[in-house]
């Protein structure tokens, strides 16, 4: 019965924090509101309440754009209170939603020219997908500020764009963002100026949703149909801001149904959370590295992150011909922040689309297992891994993956469950695995020599002790903190480093010092006191596990101090697991 309360009480604790987050989808910025009539309704019908609207707010309530005729989008200005009186209001009815309309920003870190050589191309293996592919033919909509033809853009083609800031056809840009964005994807090379872009022989679509001040989601979303009904293969979208959007989520299903491979900036927040758009699922997040193939200090990680690529950092930026926003010249100049490492991977999935794969779902899962693994991920910072463009266009040209492909690549890895639960964060399960087993394993064998059987308390102490629930620590829920899952997926010795998500073991923690203390307080209450023993017992077959597989402790290093420090501790849960099982009963 105590336990019972024990758990409810933490769940009703856990529930009420979680209630309590507020989430991404909800800490967005906005002006207006997004009201989406039915489209079954009569024109007429949209037309009285418009009129309706407007009188009764004194402003004028329009279409979005031309392109919002069919899907009858309109925007009024408006907060969070106009919002709950609209949709408490018969209007509700008449409506697909009513949202906000969020306002997205251009993700980069301020910063200065810089003059610094591509090392961001070299690092992710671009001379070697050039050996079979430049991008030959494909779209690629820059979805961003528009683009500018600087000279180093001379000889890549352009489609035609829309610019949805000022409803016209021409696409300049007046921030040099888009531009810049651009030449990272196809910067025109080989041409004895400049620098180079990835897939330079790819045409960019560019299309205007950002001014000066950020722009809305109703822009960006109609520049993703615009871009799926007009050819695009490959969307760009370096921006981001809070707010979940079903409008934008419709588009973004819309594009991708159409085979659209969608690639978006993680932020630059340093939050444990991409982004929107990146935190759609159909959307692939990008998380940003600095020159040394670090997660660069301002990129966004965790939730809605798939993969990592160059973003610059404040020594190594990355350099590209974009514009001087002041005076509207050219200029080749350095930026840093995940809106530079979304269009490497663009770049990459142009090459991909080149050579004949072409859904977007598989070129996702080429790029996953072409990256470069990061051996510890704890916080999910680099998704599937480092992008590595040759290794991409190398596993593509070798057909479907093949099930030896699958299982070199597990094998080269380390794991053997290399995917990620839900939204990222890979678990290595054979030494949990194995802690678990042994735990058992070493009950069994001893089970003559201790004086007692088994019972639901000693098994659970035994989990708790070795491995914990190890699977929910690889889960991320979008808008809800990670902690939680880390500290319920956390063996007893793992608990001093759960919330921080740390690969470090605390010393305190995985001792013998927890083992000890629990069958003091517990040792009065029977069922409490199996438990206790199960944790030491499971608590010995962890230390051990982890002094020869990954011995990485706090202070202690991970050489021969840590390793013996483990082995020790071990040794001295197992002699207080057999003492303190002196005179139980022999049935539990």
């Known amino acids: 019965m105590r336990r019972l309360l024990i758990l409810v009480l933490f769940l009703v604790g856990l529930g009420f924090a979680l209630a309590n987050f507020p989430g991404l989808a909800q800490q967005g910025e906005f002006d207006s509101i997004i009201i989406n009539f039915r489209?079954?309704?009569?024109?007429?019908?949209?037309?009285?309440?418009?009129?309706?609207?407007?009188?009764?707010?004194?402003?004028?309530?329009?279409?979005?754009?031309?392109?919002?005729?069919?899907?009858?989008?309109?925007?009024?200005?408006?907060?969070?209170?106009?919002?709950?009186?609209?949709r408490k209001s018969p209007l509700k009815q008449l409506t697909e939603y009513i949202e906000p309309n969020y306002i997205y920003n251009i993700l980069e870190v301020p910063n200065d020219p810089d003059y610094s050589k591509q090392w961001n191309l070299r690092s992710i293996n671009v001379e070697q997908a050039?050996?079979?592919?430049?991008?030959?033919?494909?779209?690629?909509?820059?979805?961003?500020?528009?683009?500018?033809?600087?000279?180093?853009?001379?000889?890549?083609?352009?489609?035609?764009?829309?610019?949805?800031?000022?409803?016209?056809?021409?696409?300049?840009?007046?921030v040099g963002h888009g531009?810049?964005?651009?030449?990272?994807?196809?910067?025109?090379?080989?041409?004895?100026?400049?620098?180079?872009?990835?897939?330079?022989?790819?045409?960019?679509?560019?299309?205007?949703?950002?001014?000066?001040?950020?722009?809305?989601?109703?822009?960006?979303?109609?520049?993703?149909?615009?871009?799926?009904?007009?050819?695009?293969?490959?969307?760009?979208?370096?921006?981001?801001?809070?707010?979940?959007?079903?409008?934008?989520?419709?588009?973004?299903?819309?594009?991708?149904?159409?085979?659209?491979?969608?690639?978006?900036?993680?932020?630059?927040?340093?939050?444990?959370?991409?982004?929107?758009?990146?935190?759609?699922?159909?959307?692939?997040?990008?998380?940003?590295?600095?020159?040394?193939?670090n997660r660069a200090e301002y990129s966004n990680f965790g939730?809605?992150?798939?993969?990592?690529?160059?973003?610059?950092?404040?020594?190594?930026?990355?350099?590209?011909?974009?514009?001087?926003?002041?005076?509207?010249k050219s200029v080749f100049v350095g930026y840093q922040g995940t809106s530079m490492a979304a269009p490497h991977v663009a770049g990459v999935a142009a090459m991909l689309k080149s050579i004949g794969v072409e859904d977007p779902g598989?070129?996702?899962?080429?790029?996953?297992?072409?990256?470069?693994?990061?051996?510890?991920?704890?916080?999910?910072?680099?998704?599937?891994?480092?992008?590595?463009?040759?290794?991409?266009?190398?596993?593509?040209?070798?057909?479907?993956?093949?099930?030896?492909?699958?299982f070199r690549w597990v094998r080269d890895n380390g794991y053997l469950n290399p995917r990620f639960w839900i939204d990222g964060g890979a678990v290595a399960l054979l030494p949990k695995i194995a802690m678990m087993l042994g735990s058992y394993l070493l009950a069994w064998l001893l089970r003559y020599y201790f004086p007692f059987g088994w019972s639901w308390s000693l098994s659970n102490g035994l989990i708790f002790g070795s491995s914990g629930l190890f699977l929910l620590k690889g889960f991320y829920i979008f808008d809800l903190p990670q902690w939680p899952f880390r500290v319920m997926g956390s063996s007893l010795a793992e608990l001093?480093?759960?919330?921080?998500?740390?690969?470090?073991?605390?010393?305190?923690?995985?001792?013998?010092?927890?083992?000890?203390?629990?069958?003091g307080l517990l040792s009065g209450i029977p069922s409490g006191k199996r438990f206790a023993i199960?944790?030491?017992?499971?608590?010995?077959?962890?230390?051990?596990?982890?002094?020869?597989?990954?011995?990485?402790?706090?202070?202690?290093?991970?050489?021969?101090?840590?390793?013996?420090?483990?082995i020790v501790n071990a040794l001295l849960c197992f002699g207080l697991a057999y003492l303190a099982s002196q005179g139980e009963p022999k049935t539990l």
């Open 39 to 86: 489209e079954d309704l009569p024109k007429t019908e949209i037309r009285d309440k418009i009129q309706f609207l407007s009188t009764k707010y004194d402003q004028e309530i329009n279409l979005n754009s031309v392109f919002s005729i069919e899907d009858n989008i309109y925007i009024l200005r408006g907060d969070k209170q106009l919002i709950k009186t609209l």
């Open 534 to 566: 199960g944790c030491t017992l499971g608590m010995t077959v962890a230390l051990a596990v982890t002094a020869f597989s990954s011995p990485h402790l706090w202070l202690l290093g991970s050489g021969a101090i840590a390793q013996g420090f483990l």
């Open 179 to 293: 531009t810049h964005v651009a030449g990272t994807i196809a910067q025109s090379t080989n041409n004895n100026y400049g620098v180079a872009g990835i897939a330079y022989q790819a045409k960019i679509m560019p299309i205007k949703v950002l001014g000066t001040g950020g722009g809305t989601v109703a822009d960006i979303a109609e520049g993703i149909r615009f871009a799926a009904d007009n050819g695009a293969q490959v969307i760009n979208m370096s921006l981001g801001g809070g707010g979940e959007s079903q409008l934008m989520a419709e588009a973004i299903n819309y594009a991708y149904d159409k085979g659209v491979v969608i690639v978006a900036a993680a932020g630059n927040a340093n939050q444990n959370a991409a982004a929107y758009p990146a935190r759609y699922p159909k959307v692939i997040g990008v998380s940003a590295l600095d020159a040394a193939g």
């Open 362 to 406: 598989e070129i996702l899962n080429i790029l996953k297992q072409s990256a470069r693994k990061v051996d510890s991920d704890p916080l999910n910072e680099y998704g599937a891994g480092q992008l590595d463009a040759g290794a991409a266009v190398k596993l593509a040209l070798r057909g479907k993956l093949s099930f030896r492909d699958f």
């Open 303 to 328: 939730a809605g992150v798939d993969i990592a690529a160059p973003g610059g950092g404040k020594e190594d930026k990355i350099l590209q011909n974009t514009i001087d926003p002041t005076t509207g």
């Open 496 to 519: 001093g480093n759960a919330i921080g998500g740390t690969p470090e073991l605390n010393p305190l923690f995985a001792s013998v010092l927890i083992p000890f203390l629990l069958i």
């Open 130 to 174: 050039w050996d079979e592919t430049k991008g030959e033919g494909v779209i690629v909509a820059v979805i961003d500020t528009g683009v500018s033809r600087v000279p180093d853009l001379q000889q890549t083609e352009f489609v035609p764009g829309y610019d949805f800031v000022n409803n016209r056809t021409q696409v300049n840009d007046d």
